[in-house]
């Protein structure tokens, strides 16, 4: 991360992005509401073309915006806008996801008021208002909790914890070559919490995101299965006891089961996927 003593941003919000140009428009529209104006964006574009420039155009006189260029690959493109991170408060949007005109405020009043956290997290809400990640009790993550306590685009880590855990794992995430393509902001704040930080859950702070069911054709259900490798990798690298892996494979095989007793072979062969890509990812997991 870069070391900016002057005039440091209250925020860096690193933005990976490829292939889509309405939904950046629509998290650029909804950041430039925010009430916190203290903010950096720092945007890692993955596109072999220049789609975005015209998206961006209209706020470079609104707020600090960077505009860098990435070989393909989320924790890849995260790595390359980290090393350009100056503020004081780091977060992962999605170009898809967009804030409330409040979420940065809530964000630096809680760790404003609580100077023993070193991030704080939330889950995601979709248009219809479904909650998506969300765990109802607040608390700090633990090494168990941390997968219904955290998902990328409402992560907010003081600049403490991002540069003593570093990059991401570039074998982790969507676009990793490696095949493990998810879990790598698991594996990030795993990482910090072996390292003694104290990261907090709050059940009432969301950042809203499309719903997306990936169960309905074999293109998702294809990509499931990367997904899965990834969560089965960073079961294993961190050594999760025996009766949390099993209770995490039960889980997919109870779907195969129910989906069968119920007739519905998509969803079926859907769990199927899961169960067998969480099963490579532990078995080659280090």
Not at 137 to 164: H, P, T
Not at 175 to 191: K, Q
Request: aromatic share 12%; with cysteine; hydrophobic share 35%.
């Amino acid at each position: 991360m870069t070391d900016c003593t002057a005039s440091r941003p209250g925020f860096s919000l690193v933005l990976a992005t490829v292939g889509r140009t309405d939904e950046l428009a629509n998290f650029l529209l909804r950041l430039d509401d925010q009430y916190h104006r203290s903010f950096e964006l720092i945007i890692v574009d993955q596109n072999d073309d220049n789609r975005i420039d015209p998206v961006i155009a209209p706020y470079r006189d609104r707020f600090p915006i960077m505009h860098l260029k990435s070989s393909r690959g989320l924790s890849l493109a995260r790595n390359a806008g980290l090393s350009h991170a100056s503020g004081d408060i780091v977060a992962f949007p999605d170009d898809d996801c967009w804030y409330d005109p409040d979420t940065l405020h809530r964000v630096e009043a809680l760790l404003r008021e609580h100077s023993d956290w070193d991030g704080v997290t939330g889950g995601c809400t979709t248009p219809t208002g479904k909650l998506r990640f969300l765990d109802d009790k607040d608390g700090f993550l633990n090494k168990i909790n941390v997968w219904r306590r955290a998902v990328s685009v409402s992560i907010f880590l003081r600049r403490s914890v991002v540069a003593s855990v570093g990059e991401f794992d570039e074998n982790l995430g969507a676009g990793a070559t490696a095949g493990f393509c998810s879990a790598e902001e698991t594996d990030y704040l795993l990482r910090a919490l072996e390292r003694g930080f104290r990261i907090y859950y709050n059940s009432r702070l969301a950042v809203n995101h499309p719903d997306t069911d990936t169960s309905q054709d074999k293109t998702s259900t294809t990509k499931s299965y990367s997904y899965a490798r990834g969560l089965g990798f960073v079961l294993k690298r961190h050594k999760y006891p025996v009766w949390y892996v099993s209770t995490v494979l039960c889980r997919s095989f109870a779907g195969i089961v129910l989906s069968l007793a119920m007739l519905d072979l998509t969803k079926a062969r859907y769990y199927y996927f899961i169960l067998k890509g969480r099963l490579s990812g532990w078995y080659e997991g280090s």
